[in-house]
């Protein structure tokens, strides 16, 4: 019997969250942010005050500052819309429109300025690399030659800050306290009623799935509002929750983030928030987030932040091997399985309680990722490490302390 239980002991697994899941990417920048899309787990883009256009090819390990038009009009950019690799549509204050056709290289300047032209541009959406609306105080543009020509309307509102369109036909814009709805295009709009009771939070982004889910948030009230059938009919789901950014996954699994780099996660499409695990050093706001997967997320923010997670946002699963003995030397042990595909794992011995870290590094010796810097106890542990963002080739882990440092190497395989 006693040694039954030490076998149970031996296998026994108890779990500890590590302090963050999502985990600063280097912008090179100090400026604000204000948008971020992904196309797929490597291709991005992210923009924001002082002309500010940034691309990653590789999922954000590397965020490269694009030349752009937009600085001679003020560069007070307000979204990136990415058609595909090639396409991608910029906008922004002071009447500013530019496109490029070859992924950043070179640039069209459909408008731009000069400085104290009108208030410009807050939205952008595309259904192919012709045909798209933009959004400003007061009007839509249509366009179905890439920027050409366009269509217009007129909407008696000030602020129009976002917008989405399911088919040609049907779409929404958000502003201060209201939702607009087309069904002719963009040509006519009508107020689609989200009950506000007489007030007008500030509605800055549209969340919305499978084509007829909408979520809005007041950015300067607590308040969140969920249409179920593309804006024929509104409810509130929430009203100790705003925010800024918002993005969905599906009907039920979104986020949004607000002031003082608050991300909140829901699983039952916005009734009920939890805190997610985010920096809490840092201050800025978050003002948008994207996700190119289910577990593959990034956000922008305040003073160039940016953030990424490659779990969905889910906490990090550390296992600790309760074999009964305390370590006597400290040991990273190699991963396995390696080479591996997508995840591997990794033990490691700690013999004093203490913070440590284990970080990934390319051959060049650049930090690409810190899987976690917490607190541990003595013990034996093991995490699952996930490398779906990087490309094939060889890395170093390392586990460090003020103490100690020990280095494995791996090889990744796509």
């Given at each position: 019997?006693?040694k039954?239980?030490?076998?149970?002991l031996?296998?026994?697994?108890?779990?500890i969250?590590?302090?963050?899941?999502?985990?600063q990417?280097?912008s090179?920048?100090?400026?604000?942010?204000?948008?971020?899309?992904?196309?797929?787990?490597?291709?991005?883009?992210?923009?924001?005050d002082?002309?500010i256009?940034?691309?990653?090819?590789n999922g954000?390990?590397?965020?490269?500052?694009?030349?752009?038009?937009s600085?001679?009009?003020?560069?007070?950019?307000?979204?990136?819309f990415?058609?595909?690799?090639?396409?991608v549509?910029?906008?922004?204050g002071?009447?500013?429109i530019l496109k490029?056709?070859n992924?950043g290289n070179?640039?069209?300047?459909?408008?731009?300025?000069p400085?104290g032209?009108?208030?410009?541009?807050e939205?952008?959406?595309?259904?192919?690399?012709d045909?798209?609306?933009f959004c400003?105080?007061y009007?839509?543009?249509?366009?179905?030659?890439?920027g050409?020509?366009?269509d217009?309307a007129?909407i008696?509102w000030?602020?129009?800050?976002?917008i989405?369109?399911?088919?040609f036909?049907?779409?929404v814009?958000?502003g201060?306290?209201?939702?607009?709805?087309t069904?002719?295009?963009g040509?006519?709009?009508?107020n689609?009623?989200?009950p506000?009771?007489?007030h007008?939070?500030m509605?800055?982004r549209f969340?919305y799935?499978?084509?007829?889910?909408?979520?809005v948030?007041?950015y300067?009230?607590?308040?969140?509002?969920?249409?179920?059938?593309?804006a024929?009919?509104?409810?509130?789901?929430?009203?100790?929750?705003?925010?800024?950014?918002i993005?969905f996954?599906?009907?039920?699994?979104?986020?949004?983030?607000?002031?003082?780099n608050?991300?909140?996660?829901?699983?039952n499409?916005?009734?009920n928030?939890?805190?997610?695990?985010?920096?809490?050093?840092?201050?800025?706001?978050?003002?948008?987030?994207c996700f190119?997967?289910?577990?593959?997320?990034?956000y922008?923010?305040a003073?160039?932040k940016?953030?990424?997670?490659?779990?969905?946002?889910?906490?990090?699963v550390?296992?600790?091997?309760n074999?009964?003995?305390?370590p006597?030397?400290?040991?990273?042990y190699?991963?396995?399985?390696?080479?591996?595909?997508?995840?591997?794992?990794?033990?490691?011995?700690i013999?004093?309680?203490?913070i440590?870290?284990?970080?990934v590094?390319d051959?060049?010796?650049?930090?690409?990722?810190e899987?976690?810097?917490?607190?541990?106890?003595?013990?034996?542990?093991?995490?699952?490490y996930?490398?779906?963002?990087?490309?094939?080739?060889?890395y170093?882990?390392?586990l460090?302390?003020?103490?100690?440092s020990r280095?494995?190497?791996?090889?990744?395989?796509?």
């Amino acid at each position: 019997m006693k040694k039954l239980i030490f076998t149970i002991l031996i296998i026994h697994f108890s779990l500890i969250i590590a302090n963050a899941q999502w985990y600063q990417q280097n912008s090179g920048t100090n400026q604000n942010l204000y948008d971020v899309k992904f196309i797929n787990k490597n291709t991005g883009w992210a923009l924001g005050d002082a002309g500010i256009v940034l691309k990653t090819t590789n999922g954000g390990i590397n965020w490269i500052n694009i030349p752009n038009p937009s600085i001679i009009a003020g560069g007070i950019l307000s979204t990136v819309f990415p058609v595909d690799s090639n396409f991608v549509y910029v906008v922004g204050g002071h009447e500013v429109i530019l496109k490029t056709t070859n992924g950043g290289n070179n640039w069209i300047t459909i408008r731009n300025g000069p400085y104290g032209t009108g208030t410009g541009f807050e939205s952008a959406y595309f259904l192919n690399k012709d045909t798209g609306w933009f959004c400003g105080s007061y009007r839509v543009l249509r366009t179905t030659n890439g920027g050409m020509t366009f269509d217009s309307a007129g909407i008696f509102w000030g602020s129009l800050h976002d917008i989405y369109f399911k088919d040609f036909n049907t779409g929404v814009i958000c502003g201060d306290g209201i939702v607009f709805k087309t069904t002719d295009g963009g040509l006519n709009w009508f107020n689609s009623n989200v009950p506000t009771n007489g007030h007008y939070p500030m509605f800055r982004r549209f969340g919305y799935a499978e084509k007829k889910y909408l979520w809005v948030a007041g950015y300067n009230a607590s308040v969140f509002f969920r249409s179920t059938d593309f804006a024929s009919t509104w409810s509130k789901v929430d009203s100790t929750r705003g925010g800024f950014g918002i993005f969905f996954l599906n009907k039920d699994t979104g986020f949004v983030g607000s002031g003082l780099n608050q991300l909140f996660k829901t699983t039952n499409g916005g009734y009920n928030w939890k805190r997610e695990r985010t920096d809490t050093n840092v201050l800025a706001f978050i003002s948008a987030i994207c996700f190119a997967s289910d577990s593959l997320g990034w956000y922008v923010g305040a003073v160039g932040k940016i953030y990424y997670t490659s779990t969905g946002g889910l906490p990090l699963v550390i296992n600790s091997i309760n074999s009964g003995k305390i370590p006597k030397n400290y040991e990273l042990y190699q991963n396995y399985p390696n080479p591996f595909n997508t995840q591997t794992n990794i033990e490691f011995d700690i013999t004093e309680s203490g913070i440590y870290k284990l970080d990934v590094f390319d051959l060049l010796g650049r930090k690409i990722k810190e899987i976690f810097n917490k607190d541990f106890k003595p013990g034996r542990y093991r995490i699952k490490y996930d490398a779906e963002n990087l490309t094939s080739g060889t890395y170093f882990y390392r586990l460090q302390s003020k103490k100690m440092s020990r280095t494995k190497s791996f090889l990744f395989i796509k």
